[in-house]
């Protein structure tokens, strides 16, 4: 339990501290490091984080259930999936409609991922895993509306076709994930019988 406690206290920490940072001229952090030099650093910390979750999660299977789900909030997680892998994929292209109306997908996205796998996995590690995600999705949100960051300007050309992209990429990875990937990666069943 030790090394999941300190990855997600590494990970969430670095991202934490992205959040709140100063962003104001002659303090900000990434603007005195440098944008790559910063990243980079960024980057690995976040990978080290994330390895120490992975492992960490892995080595505390068994460690308790807090809640037994009825099987029916599994189907409910798979369902919240669907936008959510939707949303992620809008993230990462140019804006479309979808990025423009949800202001920040890649939030929405983690938020509706956790709030699933939480409705359908009572396992200690997983409430921690998944709750960590959650409050740090719903925290961050706070403090970009904070800095009146509030995704694409209205001057933002929309490219619809992004929207297509984003709905036909993240069916094809929800599915993949959902019917293939999940077991091997995770060694659960994602899809309940």
Partial sequence: MALFLIGLLIFFGLH????????????????????????????????????????????TRGA???????????????????????????SQ???????????????????LWALGHLLANGELNSVILFGSFLAYAVFDRIMVKRRGDNGPGPDVALNPM????????????????????HPILFGVVAIPT
């Fill in 16 to 59: 934490l501290f992205s959040a709140v940072r100063s962003r104001d001229p002659g303090q900000d952090l990434k603007e005195r490091l440098g944008y790559g030099p910063y990243m980079g650093l960024y980057s690995v910390i976040s990978i080290i984080g994330f390895v120490l979750i992975v492992y960490g999660y892995g080595a």
């Fill in 64 to 90: 308790g259930v807090l809640y037994v789900p009825p099987t029916w909030l599994a189907h409910i997680n798979l369902l919240l999936t669907i936008p959510a892998l939707i949303l992620l994929v809008a």
């Fill in 93 to 111: 292209v140019p804006p479309g409609y979808i990025k423009k109306a949800t202001k920040h997908p890649m939030l929405l996205a983690i938020k």
């Fill in 162 to 181: 992004m929207d297509g992209i984003s709905v036909i990429v993240g069916l094809g990875v929800w599915a993949a994930i959902a019917l293939w990937l």
